[in-house]
């Protein structure tokens, strides 16, 4: 489809800079700050650099925007890049904003010397109070004339640790006035006496978002450095730094980031959501984090898919959940397959097969499969569980699945007819009696008999026993973030129901963390990693309804 679909802005672009020479090679970058896990926003952002690199030559690096020491771990850059592997992409260059340091250094100090920063003592409110409005322009810091020697004196002392924490900062020396607030002398390094997860206790002084990330483009030599829309504002500052340190022209565009319906997409509050217990990890299946959604059986090419079909906007809009759903069934429905398990088992007596005889059917793996996924065997048996709600006691009109007198077909298997049932105190129903019609047999059927309905089912002998979880929306709004008060107040009370015991065919004993499977009629789940030997858990990645493309219709 990438094929036919029109060039978007950022395309356009590329094409233009490379046509007309501005660059040789396309170089980009995914710079993601250490401090948690990669959620679906950050898939696009990645599809995003990844993908025009791919399309156009050239390459992307992975830098990690390490300049925050107190947030930042290890853990994190590693679930990041195992994220970035399974999405299907390789960087050329990892790299660490933090490997610059000492480059980001010089270029302050030459700032300094060049009359363009300068080391300011007030406190945040006092800096907060001198900055003016948008619509009156700010006044001039005390310190904001002070010599170079007494300024390259101080930074070298801020460097040195001799300061405590916000003893005073670092600022640019740009423009009080500017109507852009965030050329009011931005600060550009702050002292902070704390562990950084790969410098250690080199340095107590950090560079600031803002003096860090186009210094280290440039640093990179990245042609286009993309970024999301909060930093439409910040493009002036990234202009002017490079432009006053001479050094490579990398230029900023921004585009619009993902925002999911029934899902918040923060680090920060998705933090929240593990250390509060919400969630059992980063890696819920209910988490919109990669490693979520790949353990709730989501595969690289559907994310891919659904980041392709999203496109690259502009302005800021909100996508539906439940295009994401679509593009995950549209993939596993070619790729999973298919077997019987049954979540809310009755059992089936066929009371004229013979008690102890046992026979395997065969069953195609995936019949939407070119080669149809291959065969498997399905044992059956005179006692089957099937699912309570494919009998009716009293059937509603067009019931075409069990009721009493009523015929079915058992996929794979033969078709059955019910003669009686057993109810217990209660009044439930607790076993089904059915005939079956020998020469049925799917594939050599010879009955010339009709049925409309077919059921799946499990032979209750063969049967493997598994625990079942089925996610719903985490949240029960559509934008959490939007709502009044904590997000938190919007989680939805059933976001989970788990099925203790459900059984499932034995073909399903060696089912691996990375299969897919559809369960017939029930929907695509997926092995959890929780599952022992003796303890089978599987996730259910979506329902196998299809909502998204009957609203479009
Ligand atoms: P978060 O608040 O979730 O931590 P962030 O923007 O602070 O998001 P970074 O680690 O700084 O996270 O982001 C790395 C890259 O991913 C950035 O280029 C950022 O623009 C991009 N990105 C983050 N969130 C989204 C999103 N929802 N949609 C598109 N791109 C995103
Ligand atoms: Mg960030």
Redesign the pocket.
């Known amino acids: 489809m990438s094929e036919e679909r029109s060039l978007n802005f950022i395309e356009e672009i590329i094409e233009n800079d490379l046509n007309s020479g501005k660059y040789k090679t396309l170089v980009t970058r995914?710079?993601?700050?250490p401090?948690?896990y990669l959620?679906i926003?950050?898939a696009?952002?990645i599809c995003l650099n990844f993908g025009l690199t791919q399309k156009y030559g050239g390459y992307t690096n992975l830098r990690f925007?390490d300049t925050n020491p107190v947030t930042e771990k290890t853990e994190y850059v590693d679930s990041q890049q195992a994220d970035i592997r399974w999405l299907g992409f390789e960087w050329k260059h990892e790299l660490y904003t933090s490997d610059y340091f000492d480059t980001l250094y010089d270029f302050a100090v030459k700032l300094i010397e060049n009359g363009l920063a300068y080391v300011d003592h007030g406190n945040a409110e006092e800096i907060a109070a001198l900055k003016g409005t948008p619509t009156e322009p700010g006044t001039d810091s005390p310190y904001r004339s002070r010599s170079v020697e007494e300024n390259l004196a101080l930074f070298s002392s801020m460097k040195a640790g001799e300061l405590e924490d916000g003893a005073c900062i670092l600022r640019a020396k740009i423009d009080m006035s500017s109507p852009n607030m965030l050329m009011r002398d931005p600060i550009i390094y702050r002292i902070k006496h704390a562990a950084h997860h790969r410098t250690g206790n080199k340095w107590c002084i950090y560079p600031m978002y803002d003096f860090a990330h186009g210094q280290s483009d440039s640093i990179e030599e990245i042609t286009h450095s993309i970024?999301?829309l909060e930093y439409v504002s910040h493009r002036e500052l990234y202009d002017w730094f490079i432009a006053q340190l001479g050094i490579f022209p990398s230029h900023q565009y921004e585009f619009a980031?993902?925002?999911l319906t029934y899902t918040v997409?923060?680090?920060?509050k998705l933090l929240q959501l593990v250390n509060e217990g919400v969630v059992t990890g980063w890696d819920d299946p209910r988490m919109p984090t990669i490693s979520g959604l790949r353990r709730r059986g989501y595969t690289p090419e559907s994310i891919r898919e659904f980041c392709e079909r999203i496109g690259i906007a502009k302005r800021e809009n909100l996508i539906e959940l439940s295009l994401l759903e679509f593009c995950v069934r549209e993939h596993l429905n070619k790729t999973a397959n298919r077997v019987m398990a049954v979540l809310d088992p009755i059992k089936l007596v066929i009371t004229n097969y013979p008690e102890g005889k046992e026979e395997i059917l065969i069953g195609e793996n995936n019949p939407e499969a070119e080669d149809k996924g291959g065969l498997r065997e399905i044992p059956f048996s005179n006692e089957l569980w099937i699912e309570r709600e494919d009998f009716m006691e009293e059937p509603a009109k067009k019931w075409f699945r069990l009721a009493p007198g009523a015929m079915v077909r058992l996929k794979n298997a033969y078709i059955v007819k019910c003669e009686d049932f057993k109810k217990d105190a209660d009044g439930n129903v607790t076993e089904i009696h059915c005939t079956y019609i020998p020469e049925s047999k799917s594939g050599e059927d010879t009955s010339e008999i009709h049925v409309k309905g077919t059921i799946h089912w499990v032979s209750t002998k063969h049967a493997k026993t598994a625990e079942i979880r089925v996610y719903d929306r985490l949240f029960s709004v559509e934008s959490p973030d939007s709502e009044e008060g904590d997000f938190k107040d919007y989680l939805h009370p059933d976001s989970v129901k788990v099925i203790k015991e459900a059984y499932i065919e034995p073909y399903l004993a060696g089912a691996d963390l990375e299969s897919r499977y559809q369960f017939i009629r029930k929907g695509y789940y997926c092995l959890d990693k929780d599952s022992t030997a003796d303890h089978l858990v599987f996730n259910q990645t979506v329902g196998l309804k299809d909502a998204w493309a009957k609203a479009k219709k």
Request: with cysteine; hydrophobic share 20%; charged share 30%.
């Open positions: 995914f710079p993601p700050e401090n948690g959620h926003g950050h696009k952002a925007d970024c999301t980031r993902l925002n997409m923060s680090k920060r």
